[in-house]
């Protein structure tokens, strides 16, 4: 059973990212474009949530694709931990109570990805075989 899955890593890796990032962009998005749900205020580019809303697009294509995987999780994770606890720690201890499970999460799996790469179907690893 060990082979069997360990086959499979690479390939999972690379759909644990894709998904990943697949999410996290749709913040991006609603952040800058008002999609795919409405923005919940004005965008203003040179502000946090312009920065954030950037990172969250821009970083999440680029994590989509396997494109400099490790420097970009690298940086969204170090992001998503700024923004629990900018945001989501003073409203309370327990994530659960303060609506930063969604923002832990990516924070882990982000520096997860730091360490494991892009997996087997990503850009990075087609500039390796080059």
């Known amino acids: 059973m060990d082979s069997f899955l360990n ?3 690479p390939l999972v890796l690379s759909l644990v990212r894709m998904v990943t990032a697949f999410l996290f962009m749709q913040h991006g998005g609603q952040k800058i474009l008002g ?3 409405a923005s919940r205020g004005e965008f203003e580019l040179f502000s946090l949530i312009g920065a954030a809303g950037v990172l969250e697009l821009f ?13 970009v999780a690298f940086l969204l ?5 700024v923004a629990y606890f ?3 720690h003073p409203r309370g ?6 609506g930063g499970e969604l923002a832990i999460m990516f924070c882990f799996v982000f520096f997860y990805l730091v360490f494991a790469g892009g997996g087997s179907f990503s850009l990075d690893r087609l500039q390796r075989r080059r």
């Open 86 to 88: 900018m945001v989501h």
């Open 77 to 81: 994770s170090g992001q998503m931990a």
């Open 35 to 37: 999609f795919p749900a």
């Open 93 to 98: 201890f327990w994530p659960l109570n303060n």
């Open 59 to 71: 970083g999440g294509a680029l994590l989509l694709v396997g494109l400099y995987t490790r420097p």
């Open 7 to 9: 086959a499979w890593r």
